[in-house]
C-alpha cells in the first residue's frame, strides 16, 4: 500500500512524502542469503534483520511507463528525468536506531527532498537527494534512515567514453578480502531491489549508450559487499554508515575491500581491479 501525506512542496520538482507499508519476512532474508551464499537458518536467530540487508525493504515499485530512459526506477520514489538521461550514485549515509524484527511490519517514509544544479567533467549536471526512514510498529522513532545523493547527467557524446584514472596503487589495510561480483549477482540484487537501471542488466546499453566498458555493479550491492565485509568476517556491527562512490565497478572484475580501525570506528574501501578507490565509507560502532 502506498500513502501520500503532506503539503505540495513549493518546488514542483520535489515529491510529496510516500508512505509505504512492507513486512520483513524470513523469506526475503532466505533470498538475500542465497544470494551471499550463506545459510539463512542461522541468521534467523535472534530475528533480527542484519544491518545493512534493509535494502530489501526498500524495493522500487515505479510503474514501466514511468520508468527514466535508462531504467532507473528509483527506490520509493520515482526518478525524475529533468532532461539528464544517465545516472550515478554519489553516496549515502545510514543511520541504525533500532533493529528490525524478523516478521515485524515496516512503514517505510521516503521523499525526493533536494535538487541542486552542479558543473562537472561532464558539464551540468544535477544532484538529486531521496530520504528514506524505516520505522517499525510499536517504536516511536524510526528505526533506520538513509539519506541517498544521486548525480543525474547529460547524454554521453559519441566521442566520449567513462574516463578512468591511469594506473594501479598498492592495497594498504589492515584486513582485507577479495570478491568477483559476477553477472548473476548483479542480477539477484536487482530483482531483490526491483531496479532496472540498465547499466546493471543490458551490457550494450552499458557499453553503447553510457560508455562503461561492462556492466556496472549496483551501487547498492557495493555497500552491501562493503557492510557484510564488516558484519561477517570483522565482526562489527554499525551504527552509521557514510559513503561516497568515487569510480564504478563492473562485473566479473575482482573487487578488493579493505579495512582500517579509526577512532570512531572504522573505514572500510572498496577498490577497483587497479587498486583504485571506487567506494570509500566511514563506519561509526
Known amino acids: 500500500?502506498?500513502?501520500?501525506?503532506?503539503?505540495?512542496?513549493?518546488?514542483?520538482?520535489?515529491?510529496?512524502?510516500?508512505?509505504r507499508e512492507e513486512t520483513c519476512t524470513a523469506s526475503a532474508?532466505?533470498?538475500?542469503?542465497?544470494?551471499?551464499?550463506?545459510?539463512?537458518?542461522?541468521?534467523?536467530?535472534?530475528?533480527?534483520?542484519?544491518?545493512?540487508?534493509?535494502?530489501v525493504l526498500?524495493?522500487?515499485?515505479?510503474?514501466?511507463?514511468?520508468?527514466?530512459?535508462?531504467?532507473?526506477?528509483?527506490?520509493?520514489?520515482?526518478?525524475?528525468?529533468?532532461?539528464?538521461p544517465r545516472l550515478m550514485l554519489a553516496g549515502r549515509t545510514v543511520k541504525f536506531h533500532h533493529d528490525i524484527p524478523i516478521g515485524s511490519k515496516v512503514s517505510r517514509s521516503s521523499a525526493l527532498t533536494k535538487i541542486v544544479a552542479k558543473n562537472g567533467a561532464s558539464g551540468e549536471m544535477r544532484m538529486v537527494t531521496l530520504e528514506h526512514d524505516l520505522a517499525?510498529?510499536?517504536?516511536?522513532?524510526?528505526?533506520?534512515?538513509?539519506t541517498q545523493t544521486y548525480f543525474l547527467l547529460p547524454a554521453r557524446t559519441e566521442s566520449a567514453a567513462?574516463?578512468?584514472?591511469?594506473?594501479?596503487?598498492?592495497?594498504?589495510?589492515?584486513?582485507?578480502?577479495?570478491?568477483?561480483?559476477?553477472?548473476?549477482l548483479l542480477f539477484q540484487y536487482s530483482a531483490l531491489c526491483f531496479n532496472t537501471h540498465r547499466i546493471h542488466l543490458d551490457r550494450a546499453h552499458a557499453r553503447d549508450i553510457e560508455g562503461f566498458p561492462d556492466l556496472v555493479v549496483n551501487g547498492g550491492l557495493a555497500t552491501l559487499l562493503l557492510t557484510e565485509f564488516l558484519r561477517d568476517d570483522l565482526g562489527v556491527r554499525p551504527s552509521?554508515?557514510?559513503?561516497?562512490?568515487?569510480?564504478?565497478?563492473?562485473?566479473?572484475?575482482p573487487v578488493t575491500l579493505a579495512a582500517d580501525k579509526t577512532e570512531t570506528g572504522w573505514r572500510v574501501q572498496a577498490l577497483d581491479d587497479m587498486n583504485r578507490l571506487a567506494v570509500d565509507m566511514e563506519v561509526e560502532i
Do not use: C
Not at 574516463?163 to 570478491?179: D, F, H, M, Y
Open 240 to 253: 552509521a554508515l557514510k559513503s561516497r562512490h568515487i569510480l564504478p565497478l563492473y562485473s566479473n572484475r
Open 58 to 84: 526498500m524495493a522500487a515499485d515505479t510503474r514501466r511507463s514511468a520508468l527514466r530512459s535508462d531504467g532507473f526506477p528509483g527506490l520509493g520514489i520515482p526518478m525524475p528525468d529533468l532532461g539528464f
Open 1 to 19: 500500500m502506498t500513502i501520500e501525506v503532506g503539503a505540495p512542496p513549493e518546488d514542483p520538482q520535489l515529491s510529496r512524502r510516500l508512505i
Open 29 to 55: 532474508v532466505h533470498r538475500v542469503a542465497a544470494m551471499l551464499d550463506l545459510d539463512a537458518t542461522a541468521l534467523l536467530h535472534p530475528m533480527h534483520l542484519p544491518r545493512g540487508w534493509h535494502f
Open 162 to 184: 567513462v574516463v578512468q584514472p591511469a594506473g594501479s596503487v598498492p592495497v594498504r589495510a589492515g584486513r582485507t578480502k577479495t570478491v568477483v561480483p559476477d553477472d548473476t
Open 136 to 146: 517499525v510498529e510499536d517504536l516511536a522513532s524510526p528505526a533506520i534512515v538513509e
